[in-house]
C-alpha cells in the first residue's frame, strides 16, 4: 500500500511540474524548435551516449576484479542494459543498482562483493561530476534566481566525500558491526561485515580505483557532450562551457526522488538554468525533454534483454536483496 501511494504521489509530482512547464513556454516556438532539428545530429547524441554506456560497463568490469569472478563483456553489458531498464523505464520499487548487483553476483552467490563492485561503480562517476562541476562553478561562479547553485554543488560534494571516508575507514565499519552485535542482529551484523571487506579489499587497490575514476571523467565528458551535441541538433547557440556548469547540477536535481524517474524536474531544470543565460523557455524545455527521451530510449533495449535473464522467483529475490541492502 505504501509502495503505490508513493508512486501516485511520484506520478502527481510529475504531472504539477509538467503542467507548471507548459504554462511558461511559446508553444509555437516549442513547435518549430522540434520541427527544425537536424535528426543526423540528434541520432549522433544517441551514439555518443551508448559509447559511454561501453565505458560504464569496462569500469564496472575493472572494479570486479579484485572482489569476485569476473563475468564476460555480453553479460555484463546484458546485465547494464537491464539496470538501465529498472532505473529508467520499468515502474517497479526494485532499483537498477539492485538488479544489476543481482544478476553479477547470481553466478558465483557472492552478492556482497557485486554489491561493493556495483556501488563503487556508481560512486566513482559521481565522485568525476562533482568534480567536474566544483570545477566549473569555481571559475565561473552561476547565480540563478530561486536555486542556489554554488550550495547545491558544494552541498553534495561535502556530503559526498564525507559517506567516502565512512565507507573506506575501518574504524567506522567496526563501530557500526560492533553496535549491531549488542542490538542481537548479528544476521546484519554479518552481512555489513562482508560488505565491509569487500569495500577494505578495494581501498588497497588505489590504482585501480585511480583507474576507474579516470574513466569516469572519460564517461561524464561524454555525457556533457550529449546535451550539448542535441541542443547544436535543436540549432540552439549556446556557449560549450555552460554544459559543464549546469549538466551535473541537473543531473542531480533530477536525483531527487519526488518524481517518476526525474521526470519533470530535469526539465524544470534545464528550464531555470539555461534560462538564466538567455535561452528561450520552450528552447530549454525542448532540450531537456529531449535529454530525457534520448535517456529513456537507451533503457528500452534492457526489457527486452531482461525476458532472457529473468526467472519466475527474481522479482521477490530482488525485492527482499532491496530490503536488506536498505
Known amino acids: 500500500m505504501k509502495t503505490k501511494l508513493f508512486a501516485c504521489t511520484k506520478l502527481l509530482v510529475t504531472a504539477l511540474l509538467f503542467y507548471y512547464i507548459f504554462t511558461k513556454i511559446d508553444f509555437q516556438h516549442f513547435g518549430d524548435t522540434l520541427k527544425n532539428a537536424r535528426l543526423d545530429i540528434l541520432l549522433l547524441a544517441f551514439l555518443v551516449l551508448w559509447i559511454a554506456h561501453f565505458i ?18 555480453p ?40 554489491f561493493a563492485s556495483t556501488f563503487l561503480d556508481r560512486d566513482a562517476g559521481m565522485f568525476a ?57 548479528p544476521k546484519i551484523a554479518t552481512k555489513v561485515d562482508l560488505i565491509s571487506n569487500a569495500f577494505q579489499i578495494m581501498g588497497q587497490h588505489r590504482i585501480l580505483l585511480l583507474g576507474s575514476l579516470f574513466i569516469s571523467f572519460i564517461n561524464q565528458f561524454l555525457v556533457i557532450a550529449v546535451t550539448w551535441i542535441l541542443a547544436l541538433g535543436l540549432r540552439l ?25 526525474g521526470m519533470g524536474l530535469r526539465e524544470y531544470a534545464f528550464m531555470s538554468l539555461f534560462g538564466a543565460i538567455g535561452v528561450a523557455p520552450a528552447s530549454c524545455i525542448a532540450l531537456g ?26 522479482m521477490q529475490q530482488l525485492a527482499a536483496m532491496e530490503t536488506e541492502f536498505s
Open 75 to 114: 553479460n555484463l553489458f546484458g546485465i547494464y542494459c537491464i539496470g538501465l531498464f529498472f532505473n529508467l523505464t520499468f515502474p517497479t520499487v526494485v532499483g537498477g543498482d539492485v538488479v544489476k548487483m543481482y544478476y553479477a553476483g547470481r553466478p558465483s552467490k557472492s552478492y556482497a562483493q557485486s
Open 237 to 261: 547557440e549556446i556557449d560549450p562551457f555552460w554544459f559543464f556548469v549546469f549538466v551535473p547540477v541537473i543531473t542531480l536535481i533530477s536525483m531527487i526522488p519526488i518524481s517518476l524517474n
Open 129 to 185: 561530476m562533482m568534480i567536474i562541476a566544483c570545477v566549473a562553478i569555481l571559475i565561473y561562479p552561476v547565480r540563478v534566481p530561486g536555486i542556489p547553485v554554488s550550495l547545491i554543488i558544494w552541498g553534495a560534494f561535502a556530503v559526498f566525500v564525507a559517506g567516502n571516508i565512512g565507507i573506506f575507514a575501518p574504524y567506522f565499519h567496526r563501530r557500526l558491526t560492533n553496535l549491531l552485535r549488542r542490538l542481537h542482529l
Open 289 to 314: 525533454l529531449l535529454s530525457s527521451v534520448v535517456i529513456i530510449l537507451s533503457s528500452l533495449p534492457g526489457g527486452i534483454v531482461y525476458i532472457f535473464f529473468r526467472n519466475r522467483n527474481d
Open 56 to 73: 560504464c560497463i569496462y569500469r564496472w568490469k575493472l572494479l570486479m576484479r579484485p572482489l569476485m569472478p569476473v563475468l564476460s563483456i
